[in-house]
């Protein structure tokens, strides 16, 4: 697919979804049929991916992989209450350009501006650098629910069309469209204009069979049997209606604590003395305590 | 295969708005842009695999988890998994109910997808069928459901398991799901592929079981029910069912006709309440705060730059302390309501430091000190209230009148000039007396006083509800499903 001026729209890191799966893993990220299938498209049609999801379910992750899966650069955007332009895409280099109208004194003001408002005192924000650059690219923005409502603003632009405007310099357009990714854990609803210009992925805790081929990959160590029980026994402590559900990367960190504790079953001393790696609130402890009978 | 999805007349574009369509009918709002997205991810797809089809139809279609449910099921309608009965993919089909039953009860046991599908169909095949005319007859997920019972198997399959993991020996059941299989030959090579629920192994995770089983029969309930709409669709149009036989998004159920499961599904949804309570609050406050110019001071600080007011001084909001008096009504009539009401004096109680809670049938206490933060589980502080304060008298209908009476007479001194008070209950008197004076009364020393009725305004003044009479004294707001609550909360709370 091409768009009016004949630029190729897509990112082009991946052939098929197959691709993305193998590739993926190769980079130690395993992905579900949705992950891969979302991924593919959003590099084929170079649309911004959306991620939204409970914390911990791996959506920055995701960025990551894709990055180090296309030998692209990771420009990362993370995204705060109070950020705005001058952090989110560009600023001026208001005392490089002072310095530079002292030193030049003798000269003619014109000749000053036009040399003060030049690409040397630009400073460039992530937005912007993931747009110049020819090299491939990877743009996370991270927690976008965290910043204000203006921001959202400001990434519309950027990312319908993958250009800035900067008013000294004129409009610049991305030569090479990044990878965008941006994550939300849906603490404030996104506006409908923003979403509309992403696929949206939703990324929940990965089924059984996933979440343990990703405890072998990450803990290759454990225990095969060891490894179903604990994914068993997670996938149970999340239909509890916990205050703080685990997640896939607390189930990493319970594996990596029995292993470190010589545990190669699971019985109810080794869970009960355990849970607090998994659970991290006291009343989510007492409770599961409860439900799993431990005491 | 690529058909040009760009042809207006293309069955497969007349699909896939079929689709959107349908869509569009459940309150999900896409743009025809989206559309034309959805026609690009096909085309970059390709026909071939079902589940990224609808992955990527999802991704590009949809914009919250919360659609997720509804389009699902549309897309069940409009890209079937396949035209009339799927018995082509397994051996002979099954000859009656108790085959069936073994044979599910395998399947469940070793969590083979496939086979629940395929299961699936011939259970609403076998059982489902109603009706003998054409026209009249079609396939009844209920009835099969009814036949089947699924639900029944749960100790059976937990028995044979018992007895399969000792005779296989303990500590089996790595990837493949052993334990199951002593002897069952009809879907050996489903077990093999798949990973199995590793059940049966014994041990500590044998507690477990019970849940995963039944977790894994209400899933093949659900297969059912799509395979019946599937079938029905086929007979009557997908348009047909799309408008009828899909269930709305949680957040989008009456409280009131909510179903148990819809109910717990629907917590769910509206959990993180308290969070997103927290975070629009804090925006609310911090521009608020930014607060109107002070003259008086700009001016003096400007002389000290020479007259220019370079910083602008403002008159800062003292903050107060916002104070809530929650009235709520936990009668039977209003129990859906009355659950999510808990979530939201729980979500409260987390936000604001003087929240006072009282409850009322007929009688009403306070119970502030039974809504402890953290407690997930609001039908068991409903019981709680029952038990440790007096909320009903004689009999356990609700009745506003004495509950409001009872309120003005005794508790009025928790309301102030600086209190909101929100009452939520269905203002039906079961025929007593609405006591709109005792109403007035808070309402003259309160603040605001908002009222959230579960029920639509249409409903309002009918029967015995006295809804009109009291929205003259107080706002009284329709508060029908947890989108509303939410946005309701938000809106009205003071900040």
């Not at chain 1, 891969?36 to 959506?59: H, I, N, Q, S, Y």
């Not at chain 2, 079937?80 to 993919?89: Q, S």
């Not at chain 2, 496939?114 to 009249?136: F, I, K, Q």
């Not at chain 2, 798949?194 to 089983?213: K, M, N, P, V, Y």
Request: glycine share 10%; with cysteine; charged share 25%.
């Amino acid at each position: 697919m091409a768009d009016d001026n004949g630029r190729p729209e897509g990112t082009g890191f991946f052939a098929s979804v197959d691709d993305v799966s193998a590739r993926l893993a190769e980079a130690g990220y395993l992905a579900s049929t949705a992950v891969a299938t979302t991924v593919f498209l959003a590099d084929r049609l170079g649309k911004p991916l959306l991620v939204e999801g409970p914390a911990g379910v791996g959506k920055t992750e995701l960025a990551k992989a894709v990055a180090r899966v296309g030998a692209a650069r990771l420009v990362r955007l993370q995204c705060y209450e109070g950020i705005d332009e001058s952090r989110a895409l560009y600023e001026w280099n208001h005392a490089k350009q002072l310095l530079r109208i002292t030193a030049g004194r003798d000269e003619a003001w014109d000749e000053t501006r036009t040399d003060i408002f030049s690409d040397e005192f630009l400073l460039t924000r992530p937005l912007l650098t993931a747009i110049r650059g020819d090299e491939p690219t990877v743009l996370l923005i991270d927690e976008t629910d965290k910043a204000d409502v203006e921001v959202e603003g400001l990434l519309l632009e950027v990312l319908s069309d993958f250009q800035v405007t900067v008013p000294e310099l004129g409009t610049i357009t991305a030569t090479r469209r990044p990878f965008t990714v941006l994550t939300s854990n849906a603490t404030r609803e996104l506006s409908e204009a923003l979403r509309r210009r992403c696929l949206f992925l939703h990324l929940d805790f990965p089924d059984a069979e996933l979440e343990q081929r990703i405890v072998r990959l990450q803990v290759p160590g454990l225990d095969a049997t060891l490894a179903d029980s604990l994914v068993r026994v997670v996938g149970a402590l999340r239909e509890m209606e916990l205050r703080k559900a685990p997640s896939v990367a607390e189930t990493i960190d319970w594996a990596r604590t029995l292993l470190a504790l010589g545990a190669d079953n699971l019985d109810e001393t080794v869970v009960r003395d355990s849970l607090g790696v998994i659970l991290k609130h006291q009343d989510d402890i007492a409770k599961a305590t409860r439900k799993l009978t431990l005491v | 295969m690529n058909a040009p999805a760009t042809d207006a007349r293309s069955p497969l574009a007349e699909r896939l708005t079929g689709l959107v369509r349908a869509l569009r009918g459940h309150g999900i709002r896409i743009g025809p842009g989206e559309t034309v997205d959805a026609a690009a991810v096909l085309e970059a797809l390709g026909l071939t695999d079902r589940e990224r089809i609808r992955e990527g139809l999802a991704a590009a279609l949809l914009r919250a988890d919360r659609q997720r449910a509804v389009f699902d099921a549309a897309f069940e309608l409009y890209f079937p998994l396949g035209v009339g009965e799927l018995t082509g993919t397994s051996g002979a089909p099954a000859a009656d109910r108790d085959e069936l039953r073994d044979r599910l009860a395998q399947a469940l046991a070793a969590d083979d997808t496939a086979a629940l599908n395929r299961l699936a169909g011939e259970a609403v095949d076998l059982l489902g069928r109603y009706g003998t005319s054409p026209g009249s007859d079609g396939w009844s997920a209920h009835q099969t459901l009814d036949r089947l019972r699924p639900q029944t198997l749960l100790a059976r399959i937990l028995a044979d398991q018992r007895a399969g993991g000792r005779g296989g020996g303990p500590g089996a059941g790595s990837g493949s799901g052993v334990g199951s299989g002593s002897g069952v030959g009809a879907f050996g090579s489903g077990f093999g592929g798949g990973f199995g629920g590793g059940i049966g192994s014994g041990g500590f995770t044998e507690r477990l079981d019970a849940d995963e089983i039944r977790r894994r029969i209400e899933d093949f309930r659900n297969r059912i029910r799509t395979e019946a709409r599937r079938r029905v669709a086929e007979r009557r149009g997908a348009e047909f069912i799309a408008e009828r036989g899909i269930a709305p998004s949680a957040d989008q159920v009456d409280f009131l006709i909510a179903s148990r499961e819809q109910l717990v599904e629907l917590r769910r949804t509206v959990q993180p309440l308290a969070r997103k309570l927290a975070t629009r609050l804090a925006a609310r406050r911090r521009r608020a705060a930014r607060g109107q110019i002070d003259i008086r001071r700009t001016l003096r600080r400007s002389l000290s730059t020479g007259g220019v007011p370079l910083r602008p001084a403002y008159r800062r909001h003292r903050p107060a302390r916002p104070e809530i008096v929650l009235l709520c009504d936990v009668s039977g009539s209003v129990a859906g309501f009355a659950n999510f009401t808990m979530l939201l004096v729980q979500a409260m109680r987390d936000q604001f430091s003087k929240v006072r809670v009282y409850a009322f049938v007929n009688r009403v206490d306070e119970v502030t000190h039974l809504v402890t933060t953290g407690e997930a589980d609001p039908a068991e502080l409903g019981r709680r209230f029952a038990a440790e304060a007096t909320i009903s008298g004689w009999h356990g209908s609700s009745d506003y009148g004495a509950a409001l009476g009872e309120f003005a007479e005794r508790h009025l001194d928790a309301v102030g000039p600086r209190t909101s008070v929100i009452v939520l209950g269905d203002a039906r008197t079961n025929g007593f007396d609405p006591n709109v004076a005792a109403l007035r009364r808070v309402a003259a020393r309160a603040r605001r006083v908002h009222w959230l009725n579960p029920e639509s305004p249409s409903q309002w003044g009918t029967g015995d509800s006295a809804a009109h009479t009291y929205a003259e004294v107080v706002d009284m707001h329709a508060c029908r499903n947890a989108r509303r609550l939410g946005e309701l909360v938000t809106r009205l709370l003071p900040v």
